[in-house]
């Protein structure tokens, strides 16, 4: 099993959208409703910002959005803010309990 | 608040072992099954192992398979993670996480990360 694939970098000025892509297989992406992504800034424990594929969980904001088509899950953040600025990662149930992340994406906005 | 604290990294001899802690607290550990998530230098995350609310079901990647073993005292709210012939590709900063209500959907809830190096 390979590590979902994703952009290193992506970057934005406040208050434009940017979307994030996770891309897969049909044995991990393709095949579960099972995306999440996280955000991450350095140093800090990691945040669930999507889950099943577009769920927010309870205090998430709704400029998060999360979607699928095929083997391939998108996060797109729109209004970006300063404080969105951190690395970002997808990840899938990939079966048999097993989970692929992503390489993770950096997020810069400018 | 939810919480969870890793402890005992630290740097260690290739071949040899290490054991990892995380506290939980501010939630019934009991309920839900945790896994560990570990990050190598300048890479992505890897999940590394599952293990079940009761700890009767565990589940490892094939990178660690055979080599590590995860455990849990829910009278404690203590999940472990023991590490042995460890190799310099185990070097990372490892997270405990809390599951998702519904196991394979998401991990929730993490903790800050211990970092382990293997070098000699």
């Known amino acids: 099993q390979s590590a979902l694939t994703q952009p290193r970098s992506v970057s934005g000025s406040p208050g434009q959208s940017v979307t994030i892509s996770c891309t897969g297989t049909s044995s991990d992406v393709g095949g579960f409703n099972y995306v999440s992504w996280y955000q991450h800034h350095p140093g800090k424990a990691p945040r669930l910002m999507i889950y099943?594929?577009?769920k927010r969980p309870s205090g998430v904001p709704d400029r998060f959005s999360g979607s699928k088509s095929d083997n391939t899950a998108s996060l797109t953040i729109s209004g970006l803010q300063a404080e969105d600025e951190a690395d970002y990662f997808c990840?899938?149930?990939?079966?048999?309990?097993?989970?692929?992340f992503g390489g993770g994406t950096k997020l810069t906005v400018l | 608040q939810v919480q969870l604290v890793e402890s005992g990294g630290g740097v260690v001899q290739p071949g040899k072992s290490l054991r990892l802690s995380c506290a939980a607290s501010?939630?019934?550990?009991?309920?839900?099954?945790m896994h560990w998530v570990r990050q190598a230098p300048g890479k992505g995350l890897e999940w590394v192992a599952l293990?079940?609310?009761?700890?009767?079901?565990?589940y490892y990647a094939d990178s660690v398979k055979g080599r590590f073993t995860i455990s849990r005292d829910n009278s404690k709210s203590t999940l472990s993670l023991q590490m042995d012939s460890l190799r310099a590709e185990d070097t990372a900063v490892y997270y405990c996480?809390?599951?998702?209500?519904?196991?394979?959907?998401?991990?929730?809830?993490w903790g800050q990360g211990t970092m382990v190096t293997v070098s000699s």
């Open positions: 996480a809390k599951t998702t209500t519904v196991v394979k959907s998401a991990f929730d809830i």
């Open positions: 501010g939630y019934t550990f009991n309920t839900y099954g």
């Open positions: 099943d594929v577009s």
């Open positions: 990840c899938s149930y990939a079966g048999s309990y097993t989970w692929l």
């Open positions: 293990i079940s609310n009761d700890g009767t079901n565990k």
